[in-house]
């Protein structure tokens, strides 16, 4: 078999990884030429993802990747992974995905099943997809061509989830789509989950994700009531989480961060409009979630004040760039959020991050663009007024920063461990 995966990001290229180790023929279609490139070369850009497992499936011709859309026209199924982000004003950009359905449009095949999996709002693959596909192909979906969707349960950085073995929901926008779609992904998933419909499977996502959301506002909240109360909301969880049933553990910081948990929610706000419905739980998260930077910069300003010292001339070191512990994605990521404030305040800002060496640019914080890592060294952190634990990776070594630093506002409970350090930590 056959099949195209477009977009080769942090969904698409452990995918195309997984259907080419099952002896599925895989083609890369990518509009970025230099990962097309990186990726013919056996090379990796993920850090989760290893140049070894790349390499070894390109030269068994397993894998290969490509800019040149005209070639689906040789397979027999293609999934759609590109970016779903928001626009300025907050509401649903879907241009990649249609982006993609207009260039494959005329060179779909005869009976060709096309899948996304890129998050969205419930509708996007049976009314808008479709509609872009039957226009440029010229045939009917669920008729001439498959369609359906199949949301993506990527858990980048967690060593034992792997795309093989985390259960696939999939909808069809006919039965015969369904079935396609659940012969395509059992070639290279143990698990497959069919749902009635495309929209089922758009809206088990966003529950997912708005589950995560209004979960990890909850803590925020409580963070800062029982702080109020002198009580560390981070023992707290750790010990409800010894209740055996009813109950799972979400962790506070300094805000929501990443390609999902601060987008997705919003897609069904927005479309819940288009019903006369309002999503009163994702504002609220949103309002809550969005609001920790502040909160937290207000800490690093109570924490210089204890030393006589205004936030406006301190040096701040902001420690993690990542969005979450371990990886090296920094979209979204709540420490640029943190960084513009201080920024704001008139402090000078650095940030160590092991594995962002360099700030790309992004459309949300072009004035990061170029930005270099601090290097690890106790010269470095003794510099600094105060240190601002935003991401709590391992590789990091608490210990030292603890002996090092003067002055650490922790947002993620990163140095609870650290013996002799609790007189200079500020929890936040
Ligand atoms: N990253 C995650 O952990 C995760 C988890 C679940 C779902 N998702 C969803 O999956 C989708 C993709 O996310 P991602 O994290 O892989 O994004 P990404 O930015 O890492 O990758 C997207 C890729 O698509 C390419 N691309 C952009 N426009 C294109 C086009 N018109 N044609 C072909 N390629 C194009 C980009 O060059 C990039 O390589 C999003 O909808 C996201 O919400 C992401």
């Known amino acids: 078999m056959k099949i195209a995966v477009v977009g080769l990001g942090y969904v698409g290229l452990p995918l195309s990884l997984q259907f080419a180790r099952s002896c599925v023929s895989v083609l890369g279609l990518d509009v970025d030429d230099k990962k097309v490139r990186l990726l013919n070369d056996g090379q990796s850009y993920i850090k989760h993802i290893s140049p070894s497992a790349i390499a070894d499936l390109v030269t068994s011709g397993k894998f290969s990747a490509s800019t040149e859309f005209s070639r689906i026209k040789d397979v027999e199924a293609i999934i759609i992974c590109v970016p779903t982000p928001l626009t300025k004003n907050r509401e649903p950009d879907i241009s990649f995905v249609l982006e993609t359905g207009r260039a494959i449009a005329p060179h779909l095949s005869k009976g060709a099943l096309v899948v996304l999996e890129s998050t969205t709002y419930p509708g996007t693959t049976d009314e808008d997809l479709r509609e872009v596909l039957e226009k440029g ?6 008729t001439d061509f498959h369609l359906a969707f199949s949301p993506e349960r990527e858990d980048p950085a967690n060593r034992d989830s792997n795309v093989k073995s985390i259960p696939k929901v999939v ?109 009163r739980f994702i504002e609220l998260a949103g309002e809550i979630n969005t609001a920790m930077p502040e909160h937290v910069v207000n800490r690093v300003s109570t924490a210089l004040n204890h030393q006589q010292k205004a936030l406006k001339g301190s040096k701040v070191l902001v420690i993690g760039l990542a969005y979450k512990p371990n990886v090296d994605d920094e979209r979204e990521s709540p420490s640029y959020v943190l960084m513009r404030l201080l920024i704001e305040s008139g402090a000078t800002v650095e940030f160590y991050d092991p594995y962002v060496s360099v700030i790309k640019p992004t459309r949300e914080h072009p004035q990061f663009a170029g ?39 922790d947002t993620r409970n990163a140095m609870a461990s650290v013996k002799d350090a609790s007189a200079k930590v500020w929890k936040a």
């Open 137 to 142: 192909s010229g045939m009917k979906a669920g």
């Open 171 to 279: 909808g069809g926008y006919t039965q015969t789509c369904l079935n396609k779609t659940i012969s395509l992904y059992s070639r290279a998933i143990d698990n497959i989950v069919p749902v009635s419909s495309c929209r089922v499977a758009e809206a088990t996502k966003l529950l997912e994700n708005v589950f995560r959301s209004v979960n990890i506002a909850l803590v925020n909240e409580l963070k800062l009531v029982y702080a109020a109360m002198g009580i560390d909301v981070w023992e707290v969880i750790e010990a409800a989480k010894t209740k055996p049933f009813g109950f799972m553990p979400f962790y506070p910081g300094p805000g929501l961060g990443g390609h999902c948990i601060p987008i997705d929610p919003f897609y069904l706000t927005w479309k819940a409009r288009e019903y006369g419905k309002h999503t």
């Open 371 to 409: 930005k270099k890592s601090v290097e690890w060294s106790r010269a470095t952190v003794e510099n600094f007024d105060v240190v601002l634990i935003a991401t709590n990776h391992s590789a990091l070594n608490y210990q030292e920063l603890g002996t090092w630093a003067r002055c650490i506002v």
